[in-house]
């Protein structure tokens, strides 16, 4: 049996999974499983609170890292007991790995997977950094939360699953068998920090705490320019990116190659 656990602030959005159609049926027939944890029961404060604003400066709200990371853990014990010895983190978001039939294939080999829903304007990049192993994108544009990407997600993986079709060979034969108008379009998202400003040893970027608007803008845009280069690339090759932000990338590219010296 194949489990997974998800982090949501909606749980009963889950049930378009297990009370509906083909994965209806392969969670009543026991090919899976599927447990929700919501980050509000592992709050401390009075008003259960999972979000604060971001450090820096700017629109939107930030999920706080110590809720999540708890249900994270939650989930992973749960596994664990039932088994499945290194569940895979997966964390929705629009700055993933794009989710393609080899993505899917190679997801649907795993025994466990706990899967975060993130909301807001994002989650604090220090919970990504600890307890994410992998970010998966559902396509080149936004939506108001994981839950929705998750569940297409899922959908993909379960249906792969031996048993969940009436005929084994319909799978096999399925397809594929900015931030304002003065960023360039395309660029995937900056990381986001909010409260508290040391969390597990790991501190904010200094510049966000800076209160220097344009440094900050700089560095946003510098490390928007550099993870695009990092984790999409078709993104930002030939002319696509302006003077100023080939220097940018050059300057994120040079960080890269001197931490990368450091841990050696």
């Keep these: 049996m194949k489990r997974y656990d998800v982090v949501t602030l909606f749980p009963a959005m889950f ?16 090919l899976c499983e599927l447990r929700t944890w919501d980050p509000r029961d592992f709050t401390s404060d009075n008003y259960r609170r999972v ?44 700055q993933g790995e794009p989710l393609r039939e080899a993505l899917v294939r190679s997801l649907a080999q795993e025994e466990g997977l ?11 990049e220090r919970l990504v950094e600890r307890s994410v192993d992998l970010e998966v994108s559902i396509g080149d544009f ?6 929705l990407p998750a ?12 048993g969940s079709l009436n005929d084994e060979e319909s799978a096999s034969q399925d397809s594929f068998a900015a931030w304002s108008d003065s960023w360039p379009r395309g660029l995937l998202d900056t990381p986001h920090y909010t409260r508290p400003e040391v969390w597990k040893d790991a501190r904010v970027p200094e510049v ?13 845009r510098k490390q928007a320019v550099g993870r695009t280069w990092q984790r999409r690339p078709d993104l930002v090759d030939g002319d696509k990116l ?5 220097k940018l990338l050059d300057e994120y590219r040079s960080e890269v190659q001197q ?3 450091q841990q050696q």
């Design 15 to 30: 049930e378009a999974l297990t009370a509906h159609g083909i994965t209806r049926r392969a969670f009543e027939e026991g």
């Design 51 to 94: 979000d604060d604003r971001p450090y820096g400066g700017g629109p939107g709200m930030v999920m706080l890292p110590q809720p999540l990371d708890d249900a994270i853990e939650a989930a992973r014990v749960r596994q664990r007991s039932a088994g499945v010895a290194g569940p895979k983190v997966v964390l929705m978001s629009p």
């Design 114 to 124: 706990v899967v975060v829903a993130g909301r807001y304007e994002g989650v604090d």
């Design 142 to 147: 936004v939506t108001s939360g994981g839950e």
């Design 151 to 162: 569940m297409v997600m899922l959908d993909c993986i379960v249906r792969r699953l031996p």
């Design 208 to 220: 966000l705490l800076s209160g220097n608007h344009a440094a900050i803008e700089r560095w946003r």
């Design 242 to 246: 302006s003077r100023e932000d080939r």
């Design 259 to 261: 931490q990368e010296q």
